[in-house]
T-cell receptor, first 115, second 114 residues
Framework: NAGVMQNPRHLVRRRGQEARLRCSPMKGHSHVYWYRQLPEEGLKFMVYLQKENIIDESGMPKERFSAEFPKEGPSILRIQQVVRGDSAAYFC?????????????FGPGTRLTVT | AQSVSQHNHHVILSEAASLELGCNYSYGGTVNLFWYVQYPGQHLQLLLKYFSGDPLVKGIKGFEAEFIKSKFSFNLRKPSVQWSDTAEYFCAVNAGAGRRALTFGSGTRLQVQP
């Protein structure tokens, strides 16, 4: 019973590079959520996607960050021109449907370090 | 905007001690409330949730939480902790019609000493 998969688990990027984080939801889940956890803080919501649709991106920074969830394949969170302040743990969660959006199952996270 | 406060950042207890972790939220409307746990090296797991009905909810591993609407609180309790309860605990709230985003507290790190 595979849970939510995220890769890579650890990612190191130099300032100015691009970071791509991938999330494969649980089998049968079509809704994905991305959260960011800065050091010593709780998780903060970034974006909520359904396949081929962005439902709620109210937590996404206006620049450099984008997310997609294509019809086939994992959801991708993309950070362009990374800066040191982007260093954080990025968690993905999935749910079976919008109606059951409160049942969010979390992945192990990707720890991004920007040097 | 809604917010969640967890007042205890780090709690140290001996085994068999009782546990209560505080959680307060700021939102005047209907809320859904959650406690998640993150064991060392593992990902977030749902401990328990409250949507409606009995304000005292029971979760896994002997945990329970009580929703007190007048106090905007959802405190987590366990009568007798074990060393294996050492973990970080996060309170989360979902509020606002149609929204699915969770707002998390900053977490409480629990250390249980044998």
């Amino acid at each position: 019973n595979a849970g939510v998969m995220q890769n890579p688990r650890h990612l190191v990027r130099r300032r100015g590079q691009e970071a791509r984080l991938r999330c494969s939801p649980m089998k049968g889940h079509s809704h994905v959520y991305w959260y960011r956890q800065l050091p010593e803080e709780g998780l903060k919501f970034m974006v909520y996607l359904q396949k081929e649709n962005i439902i709620d991106e109210s937590g996404m920074p206006k620049e450099r960050f984008s997310a997609e969830f294509p019809k086939e394949g994992p959801s991708i969170l993309r950070i362009q021109q990374v800066v040191r302040g982007d260093s954080a743990a990025y968690f993905c969660a999935s749910s079976p449907s919008r109606d059951r959006g409160y049942e969010q199952y979390f992945g192990p996270g990707t720890r991004l370090t920007v040097t | 905007a809604q917010s969640v406060s967890q007042h205890n950042h780090h709690v140290i207890l001996s085994e068999a001690a009782s546990l209560e972790l505080g959680c307060n939220y700021s939102y005047g409307g209907t809320v859904n409330l959650f406690w998640y746990v993150q064991y060392p090296g593992q990902h977030l797991q749902l401990l328990l949730k409250y949507f409606s009905g009995d304000p005292l909810v029971k979760g896994i591993k002997g945990f329970e939480a009580e929703f007190i609407k007048s106090k905007f609180s959802f405190n987590l309790r366990k009568p007798s902790v074990q060393w294996s309860d050492t973990a970080e605990y996060f309170c989360a709230v979902n509020a606002g019609a149609g929204r699915r985003a969770l707002t998390f507290g900053s977490g409480t790190r629990l250390q249980v000493q044998p």
